[in-house]
Each structure stands twice: as structure tokens, then as C-alpha cells.
């Protein structure tokens, strides 16, 4: 019997055991999951848990309830990785082997890399909203918050869905002006970027929506420390900014056990091919979502449409036959702009996000960088469309390769 | 593509200056690409950065970032934005000859 391990079941690990259960020969491979955790967190809603539009529950699943029957799941910690020995060593001393191996072990938030970060003012008034611990915090404090100034800022890059920054901001716009203290409260946005987003005309049309909102961008600030004790964060060139309430983006990075099995790079993001998803110095690794060190957004959606192309590359490695080069760092994100809108955004490696419609051509519904009430609808409901087809691996109406029909060249 | 010379060698540059072959980099061009961004003497903290940066571009093939130039070579951050004022990561890779350093989506 030969085994596929997946090392973790978050997104990306939970589809992909998904898709390959019901079609692996169940007599020849045994799939095994491995995941130390048991709460199945849906990310994209902790953007909303601070505005009181979501609480815990809306976004917590246990993650068994996703797991196929016929995958045997461990839950223990992994110590270490030996990828030249093909077998990973359990916290306990209990050592399994693999034939292949995905893994999908994600990213996540590290505030203690910053000085002064984690210290006195952590969730007192310097929260994140990427956790549920911190969006649950910052929801206690803005319920009685009177106004200030609000900082929201970027440690460094690459983080986890490059918007949610941005739609943090709109959304507190929202939420302020219905609280009616709008006037009390100055907005910056500081960004280690040279604007509101990595590519040019996305990054126009956004930085467009600071302005109207009356939001203060402060490019290409790279936070070097922050003064708790004075309420200031410093950039590397000594640059100031003063803050009544901190909303941080930390720093991100893989798991430790990449880090402990030396298999990444510096923060701990598994070096590997854009194209096929296979370890670029292990052929019978395959990499997916957060854990990669590719140039794609690390999102959901990314991970969804790499599900796919990885499916096919399984499948292709059980079978002896040469990988596709099919991956093309589609991304798809919905950007809540608050007052009940939304902006969508579709690109890859190498087309930024351009205006049109999507998924129809000509058609949409939904808007391609425009703001319209539908892409607002579309964004509630894909908390629906996640539990109940995406993590299942069910078939979307959308393609893994992004596509140039219905995008107007600028 | 657009080309310059640079310590008396034609090379190939892209749009922001930048080269395109690292290959054809050697270290006589770096004062003169130092001093087009505004840096006009390379010290020898300069000079440990940028050695540091070419030879761990030509073992992993990528320009280090400014983490691993903290982890790996050892420079400390704020050491970086002393020398290199506005961009660290970018300006040490145009004086080293390493093209643009791609930043992240």
C-alpha cells in the first residue's frame, strides 16, 4: 500500500483531500491527513468580526465535519519533516512514511517579530484582525472606542490577502460614519508599498477610494519598531507616526516545521514551482496555498485555483506521467468597500487587475474593478459557497487559468 | 531594450536602469551605479552588503531579501536603511547589478 500524505487541513489541504479520496484506488493508496488542530476557521471572515457584522461562530467549523471518510486523519503535532527519507516524524516519536507528500501547512501572523509589537499595548490598543483572539479584541474595543487616531499598518510584505487591509479601512469608514463619530476619527493607511497596492492601475483606482473616503495613505513606510509606551510606530529611516488605536498586519510566515525541517527560506515559505506546485529539491513534494514561496497572493482563492491544477498533477505523479505546467497565479478577491459595495479583482503572474466583467463575459454579474452593490452580494455569499462547496472540492463555475474574456486592456 | 556603460563596458538595462544580466556586473560599475541613486561613496559596509548579495544570489539564485540579509549575512536592518537610504532591497540590488528585486502581490 503507498501512502499520500497531506500535511495539513486548513483550505487548501482539506480540498485537496477532497478531490483525490474518491479517486485514488482506495487499494493501492491510502491517504492520510495530518493536522494538530481541530477548528476549521473561515479567514476571510475575520474582517468582518470587528464591525460586529460576524461573531465567532459564524466563521468556526469543526474540521472533521470536511474530511472524507475513507482519509485516515492523525491529530498531532509534526516534529519534524525528513523529505530525504520520505517520512515525517510525529511529535510522539511515532515516525510515518510517505510515497508522495502535499503540503499545506499555511501561514501565519508573528507580532513578536516586530520590537515593541507584543508588549504593554497588545489588545489594549494595538490589536490584529487576522486571528480570531485579535478580531474578537478589537470588536470589544471599537464597541466603546470615541474616536482618535486609527492607524492601520503593514509590517511587511508578503502578507495573507493583500485586501483586507483596504477593506478594513473602507469598512471602518462605514462603521464609524454610522456610529455617527466619523468626524472623531483620522484614518491612515501605512503601507510598506509604494501605494495602495502592488500593481499600477489597481493601485490608481484604490488609492482613489482612500482619497474619497477621506483616508490618509502613507506609502512606503517600513515599521522598524513601535513605542508603545508613547504610542508611536518608528520605520526603519526614523520616520514617526502617533496612534490612538494600532490595527497591525504582522509580519507573516510559514510553520515552524518547515522552518525546523529546514525546508524553507526565510520565513519559512517552501520554495517551489509557480507552474507545476512540485518542491523545487523534492520530486515526490508538492507544495500548495500559504505554505509556497510563489509571487501569487496568498488567499483562498489562490489556493482554490491551484486545488486544481495540483489535482491534476497528483494524479499525473501517481501515474509516472510528466507534470503540467498549468498553475498561472490566478487570483480572484472581493474587496468589501463598505456602505453595503464591493470591488472585485481577477489577475495572475502576469495580467494585473483590469475593468470588465466577470464570470460571464460582457455579462457579470459581478463588476471587475468597478464598485457595485453585486459585488458586495457576491462577497456575503461566499461564506456559503466555502463550507458548503469549495473546502467539499466541488466544481466552481470558474476556471483555475484566468482569462482575458471580458477584461478591457487599459 | 535600452543599453549603458558603465567602467567603460556596454551593457543591457532595463526601463528603471536596472541590469538585466547580473553576469555582466563587475565591481569597478558599482560606485557609478551608486552614484546615479544619489550614493556617492561606497564604504566598506557598502561593500560587505553588496558582496554578501552577490554571492548568495549566485548560490540560491535570488536576490536575498532584506530578512535574509539580516539572518543570513548577518547586516542588521536598520544598518541597511542607514546606507541605503528609501528602498534598502532595491537600491542594494541596483549597485550590486541584480535587476529589480520582484515585490510581492
Redesign the interface.
Known amino acids: 500500500m503507498k501512502r499520500l500524505l497531506i500535511l495539513g487541513g486548513g483550505t487548501a489541504g482539506t480540498m485537496m483531500a477532497n478531490k483525490l479520496a474518491p479517486v485514488l484506488e482506495e487499494n493501492e493508496w491510502q491517504i492520510t491527513l495530518v493536522d494538530e488542530y481541530e477548528t476549521h476557521y473561515y479567514q476571510p471572515g475575520f474582517l468582518f468580526i470587528p464591525f460586529g457584522i460576524y461573531n465567532k461562530n459564524d466563521v468556526i467549523k469543526p474540521k472533521r465535519d470536511f474530511y472524507p471518510s475513507n482519509v485516515e486523519v492523525i491529530m498531532e503535532q509534526v516534529e519534524v519533516i525528513k523529505p530525504k527519507e520520505n517520512q515525517i516524524v510525529m511529535k510522539s516519536g511515532k515516525v510515518i512514511g510517505y510515497d508522495l507528500m502535499i503540503i499545506a501547512t499555511g501561514s501565519k501572523v508573528h507580532p513578536e517579530e516586530t520590537e515593541g509589537l507584543k508588549e504593554d499595548g497588545w489588545y489594549k490598543n494595538i490589536f490584529d484582525f487576522y486571528t480570531i483572539e485579535g478580531a474578537v479584541a478589537l470588536r470589544n474595543f471599537l464597541k466603546y472606542w470615541e474616536g482618535g487616531k486609527m492607524v492601520l499598518n503593514i509590517i511587511e510584505m508578503p502578507i495573507k490577502c493583500p485586501v483586507a487591509p483596504l477593506e478594513f479601512v473602507f469598512l471602518a469608514d462605514w462603521w464609524f460614519t454610522e456610529q455617527g463619530i466619523r468626524d472623531k476619527v483620522d484614518i491612515k493607511y501605512v503601507t510598506p508599498l509604494p501605494g495602495a497596492f502592488t500593481k499600477p492601475i489597481a493601485a490608481k483606482f484604490l488609492g482613489q477610494f482612500l482619497e474619497k473616503k477621506n483616508i490618509q495613505i502613507v506609502p512606503e513606510f517600513s515599521t522598524g519598531r513601535v513605542d508603545s509606551e508613547n504610542n508611536k510606530i518608528i520605520s526603519w529611516d526614523e520616520r514617526e507616526i502617533d496612534y490612538d488605536l494600532l490595527v497591525t498586519i504582522p509580519t507573516n510566515m510559514g510553520s515552524e516545521v518547515i522552518a525546523r525541517s529546514g525546508m524553507g527560506d526565510d520565513l519559512n515559505f517552501i520554495p517551489t514551482d509557480p507552474h507545476t506546485l512540485q518542491s523545487k529539491d523534492y520530486e515526490n513534494i508538492f507544495v500548495i496555498g500559504d505554505a509556497t514561496d510563489l509571487p501569487s497572493s496568498k488567499a483562498g482563492s489562490v489556493a482554490h485555483f491551484e486545488a486544481d491544477v495540483l489535482y491534476e498533477n497528483i494524479l499525473r505523479a501517481v501515474d509516472g506521467r510528466p507534470l503540467k505546467s498549468a498553475f498561472d497565479g490566478h487570483a480572484n478577491c472581493f474587496i468589501e468597500s463598505g456602505f453595503n459595495k464591493g470591488i472585485l479583482i481577477d489577475f495572475n503572474y502576469d495580467v494585473e487587475p483590469l475593468p470588465g466583467k466577470f464570470p460571464l463575459p460582457g455579462v457579470g454579474p459581478f463588476s471587475l474593478l468597478e464598485e457595485t452593490r453585486m459585488n458586495h452580494w457576491g462577497k456575503m455569499t461566499f461564506r456559503w459557497v466555502y463550507w458548503n462547496l469549495l473546502l467539499k472540492g466541488a466544481e466552481l463555475p470558474i476556471e483555475a487559468q484566468m482569462t482575458m474574456a471580458g477584461k478591457k486592456r487599459q | 531594450m535600452a543599453e549603458k556603460t558603465l567602467a567603460g563596458k556596454t551593457v543591457q538595462v532595463d526601463d528603471e536602469g536596472f541590469l538585466v544580466n547580473p553576469d555582466d556586473w563587475t565591481e569597478d560599475m558599482a560606485p557609478e551605479l551608486a552614484k546615479e541613486i544619489g550614493i556617492d561613496e561606497l564604504t566598506d559596509k557598502h561593500w560587505e552588503v553588496i558582496r554578501f548579495m552577490r554571492k548568495d544570489f549566485a548560490e540560491k539564485g535570488q536576490i536575498p531579501?532584506i530578512?535574509?540579509m539580516k539572518?543570513?549575512g548577518g547586516i542588521p536592518?536598520?544598518d541597511?536603511?542607514?546606507m541605503f537610504?528609501?528602498?534598502p532591497a532595491k537600491k542594494a540590488a541596483y549597485i550590486a547589478g541584480l535587476g529589480k528585486p520582484?515585490?510581492?502581490?
Request: with cysteine.
Open positions: 531579501s530578512r535574509r539572518n543570513a536592518t536598520k541597511l536603511y542607514a537610504p528609501e528602498g520582484h515585490g510581492c502581490v
